[in-house]
């Protein structure tokens, strides 16, 4: 699939999953790199319906401790986002059903921002109004 130019964003080939999981548990999703000379990384959350909006940033500027920085509502310890060697993860502690929606990790290039792997994280065991629930989870 190809995703559109949100957020100034090339489109790519990119691969998209679903991870399931149930309110409470904490999650990590990862992302991983081509290329040692990408010095910043991010983490975005896009809700259904609304456009992407960013969980936070790797800054590596060549030094050997990358700095890491949480955006706006993600700036507390629920959310953590760790660079090791070509991987990007973030982690999610103790999942509210706010934390449902797709996450999207990405890259900085001079041609501006290459969005990769799209996870949608959905909950196990939740009855939404808009579906009925078939068998037992």
Known sequence: SKFAGT???EALQSSFAV???KIGDNITLNCSFPEDKIEKFFWYKQEFGQIPRAIGLVNKFRS???STILLNEFNNSRFRI?????SLNL???QTTL???ATYFCGFARTHGIELRNGTFLKFQGI???EERRVGKE
């Not at 760790?82 to 070509?86: D, F, S």
């Open 7 to 9: 957020l100034g964003a």
């Open 19 to 21: 991870t399931y999981a």
């Open 82 to 86: 760790i660079k090791t060697g070509h």
């Open 91 to 93: 982690t999610i502690i």
């Open 98 to 100: 706010s934390d449902e």
């Open 64 to 66: 050997l401790s990358p």
């Open 127 to 129: 009855i939404r109004s």
